[in-house]
């Protein structure tokens, strides 16, 4: 039975992404769903690792820069209010308020992934499993705390699940946008070993610290939203931050 629902819930998935029109009346939202590239914000450059290497002042923190790594717009307490709404209309049965969804957090989830593991197939998995999760879970959501938290502790457990199958890190990075970056404006040859370094660098944080700091300087989370994801204190969260702050900048440091 448990597993016709999850064929169904892919199916469904699958319906989502074949750009359907879909309307919430509960939402009162309608859209188009689509399959969002994968955008990787600008590429690694010294100005933009210095972003994620440093310490932010608590003025940045407040105001991203543009060198952050901004893959999509966070999600605005609008934006939240209505998933909320969405996922307390597919627990009573709405599957449109579902698409609704998906096509939300799609590109957000999809480069959430992608910079975890550096690869696009295992980021669309995992993104799909993590929709999957979240519709199980609908009908014991509790609107406490913010919606894009609870989102991402989906999603980092789908991570940790994933890590554990493969019983190692993923190291290994493949850049899908090689061919596309000829107008960069520092030589490709010194912009392909910046990246390459970064994702090295970044690969090889502790799980928990790459989660940590790809949710504050990839998704804009803030910290509380950061440890209500990671389920762990604040000043953990902090902790974690600051050592992966340190361990990039360390490994990063022939890029300054």
Not at 88 to 101: E, S, V
Request: net charge positive; hydrophobic share 35%.
């Amino acid at each position: 039975m448990r597993m016709r629902a999850v064929k169904q819930i892919h199916c469904h998935l699958a319906t989502v992404f074949d750009e359907k029109k879909t309307f919430c009346e509960k939402c009162n939202f309608s859209r188009t769903a689509t399959i969002h590239p994968i955008d990787m914000g600008p590429r690694p450059t010294v100005s933009f690792i210095s972003g994620w290497a440093d310490p932010l002042p608590s003025s940045a923190a407040a105001a991203p820069t543009r060198n952050m790594l901004q893959s999509s717009t966070p999600a605005s307490p609008t934006t939240t209010d209505i998933d909320s709404v969405c996922l307390r209309a597919l627990a009573a049965g709405d599957q449109a308020a579902f698409a609704d969804i998906v096509g939300r957090w799609q590109s957000r989830l999809l480069n959430f992934f992608y910079r975890a593991t550096g690869n696009r197939a295992d980021a669309e998995d995992l993104t799909q499993e993590t929709f999957v999760e979240l519709h199980r879970a609908a009908s014991r959501y509790q609107a406490q705390g913010s919606f894009q938290a609870f989102v991402f502790t989906l999603a980092r457990r789908r991570l940790i699940d994933s890590y554990r199958k493969k019983s190692r890190r993923p190291l290994d990075f493949v850049d899908p946008t090689t061919q596309l970056m000829q107008n960069q404006t520092e030589p490709l040859d010194h912009s392909s070993e910046i990246e390459e370094a970064f994702h090295r660098a970044l690969t090889t944080l502790p799980q928990n610290q790459r989660s940590a700091i790809l949710m504050r300087q990839q998704q804009q989370l803030s910290y509380e939203e950061i440890a209500q994801a990671l389920e762990t204190s604040v000043s953990s969260v902090k902790t974690w931050i600051h050592r992966a702050r340190t361990h990039l900048r360390e490994e990063l440091k022939d890029f300054a």
